[in-house]
């Protein structure tokens, strides 16, 4: 299966669907993105935009479907060929036609927009090596403790 996003006219993820391989295939047998995107159009309407998105795809890394480490950290697959616009996409995000990729929500006005991996970053790494959640406090611009003991 395939995934595509529908898009507004400003670029913003309004649907999704799985499309079957089959109607993504050319003549040759081959996953072609226009053939999908034709299927989009002859389903939804010929007016609408349409994109192929790698769900999979986490900061420009393609993870291996349904394997994760120890941790429960998905695993990054040794073919990164299917790995493509940065980000698997969902409603709400937006896709940038410049970078090609697809970007999140940004969460806070401070955080940044890393251009390798399309990932909103915030100006203070998250806290490593702790055992207490930590939430995003914009005002204070900082990582506090989510239950404060």
């Not at 291996?64 to 995000?93: C, E, H, L, Y």
């Not at 940004?106 to 055992?131: D, R």
Request: hydrophobic fraction near 35%.
């Amino acid at each position: 299966m395939a995934t595509y996003v529908q898009l507004d006219e400003n670029n913003i993820v309004i649907n999704t669907i799985a499309v079957a391989d089959a109607d993504t295939m050319n003549e040759q047998g081959v996953e072609d993105e226009a053939v999908g995107i034709a299927f989009c159009k002859n389903l939804l309407g010929q007016d609408t935009i349409w994109k192929r998105c790698s769900r999979h795809t986490y900061g420009g890394v393609y993870h291996t479907p349904n394997v994760n480490d120890a941790d429960g950290v998905p695993v990054p697959d040794p073919d990164q060929s299917k790995a493509f616009r940065k980000n698997g996409a969902g409603i709400g995000m937006t896709y940038d036609p410049v970078r090609d990729a697809f970007i999140h929500i940004k969460p806070f006005p401070s955080w940044t927009l890393n251009e390798n991996t399309c990932l909103w970053e915030p100006p203070t790494p998250y806290p490593e090596n702790s055992t207490e959640p930590y939430i995003w406090d914009e005002e204070l611009q900082q990582w506090v403790v989510k239950f404060p003991k």
